[in-house]
């Protein structure tokens, strides 16, 4: 019975959302559209300042009549939250500004910046509920049980799962970092709340001080969200990997071309929702046909662009197919180097032959997460050829993979 009515609230959730994305969204089906993006941000954060100013003002009431600490706390963490919404709102309209000559990628970095304030803000939050609690846990005063103060905190806590679920549904279709940080500020308050409330019942049934200790609980709650929110707006902005999904995409769309035979030094730049550029090398055969290799590239940044949304560079590297001795080679050392690390690949491989020993001149693509630095990495490749082939000389470049 309980999860019929959940099922009905949720979809009266969603038809009051299509609702208002209908009024005040053109083409509010259009996800990937930027201005879609902005207005559903815009939306968002209005509608978080208008219901977080109610929740503030109805706690604070209920932690007045009740004396709590944890109330009166948890009523002030929703006014964080209503600022938090103006942050986000105001974010995603500035966010959506065009490039200028100052700003020739566009101003899109700016809604992960309002997020990373957004974070700071429950930080901030979290930090002086926890010195209250602190106080009212040396100093513990009476608290009581009001009618009214129940019926305000579980209807907060209704309140904080619709928020929860219409931030969520539309991060996930707009792919906003912001609006999902909001969406788990809004289920780390339903569990705040729901906390506090418990700390008013538990105090009134066994006359043991439980408001500061629950009001410790509900800062733990605040600050390990705002750590999670900082380092999901900071990473992009630090220039973290592309989605694996996104490199699969590139990769077929790529490699779909017959005569491109392979593709390395792939970075996707982002500077922003929306707003990502792909730059990589693609490999051709030595003796193609220069004009009709250019006019290859040309389609397939074409293509990019319609399939992934990014504008792309593409740069060609000739590569040696019709050398039996050379493909033999690279084939082998490809799978040598996999004996430091199974995720190591290599590229530019060349063949120089000489009367006493043979040059292979290639560059190693490593992962981050190998530990070992580039001289140590150098050498183990030198070792590992020489015992395979002692009159194989080895010319070695490190690079590190960016997808």
């Known amino acids: 019975m309980l999860s019929f009515y959940l099922i009905s609230y949720f979809i009266e959730v969603e038809e009051l959302l299509t609702l208002l994305a209908r009024l005040f969204i053109k083409n509010y089906k259009s996800y990937d559209s930027p201005k879609v993006r902005g207005a559903y941000g815009v939306l968002c954060g209005v509608v978080g300042i208008v219901l977080n100013l109610l929740l503030f003002a109805g706690k604070l009431f209920a932690g007045i009549i009740s004396g709590s600490i944890a109330v009166a706390a948890d009523a002030f963490n929703n006014l964080s939250d209503a600022g938090s919404s103006i942050i986000t709102a105001i974010g995603f309209k500035l966010a959506g500004q065009k490039p200028d000559l100052q700003h020739p990628f566009g101003h899109g970095r700016i809604e992960y ?14 930090v002086e509920l926890l010195k209250s609690s602190v106080e009212k846990i040396i100093h513990p005063s009476e608290v009581q049980l009001s009618t009214v ?17 219409y931030n969520n549904r539309i991060g996930k279709k707009i792919d906003s970092v912001a609006v999902k940080a909001v969406a788990r500020d809004s289920i780390s308050d339903c569990c705040a709340t729901a906390a506090v409330l418990l700390s008013l019942v538990v105090t009134n049934l066994t006359g043991i001080q439980t408001d500061g200790w629950f009001g410790l609980l509900v800062a733990g709650f605040i600050l390990f969200t705002g750590f999670k929110s900082m380092k999901d707006t900071v990473s992009p902005l630090l220039g973290q990997p592309p989605e694996k999904e996104l490199v699969r995409k590139i990769e077929e769309t790529v490699l779909a071309h017959p005569e491109i035979k392979g593709i390395h030094d792939l970075i996707v730049h982002d500077y922003g929702p929306g707003r990502q550029m792909i730059s990589l090398h693609a490999e051709v055969a030595r003796d193609a046909d220069i004009l009709a290799i250019h006019d290859v590239i040309d389609n397939t940044e074409k293509e990019l662009f319609i399939k992934t949304g990014c504008q792309a560079v593409i740069h060609m590297d000739p590569i040696t197919t019709d050398d039996a001795r050379a493909v033999e080679l690279k084939k082998a050392v490809a799978e040598l180097v996999k004996k430091i690390d199974g995720r190591i690949s290599i590229h530019d491989f060349r063949v120089v032959e000489g009367y006493t020993h043979t040059n292979i001149i290639f560059d190693v693509v490593v992962p981050f997460d190998v530990q070992k630095s580039e001289e140590e990495l150098r050498q183990e490749v030198y070792r590992i050829i020489q015992e395979y082939d002692s009159t194989l000389n080895a010319v070695v470049e490190i690079d590190r993979a960016y997808a």
């Not at 103060?149 to 679920?165: D, E, G, P, Q, R």
């Open 113 to 126: 910046i309002s997020g990373a304030i957004v974070s700071m803000l429950i930080m901030v939050v979290g």
């Open 149 to 165: 103060a129940v019926i305000i905190m579980c209807a907060s806590v209704c309140i904080k799962l619709y928020m929860a679920f």
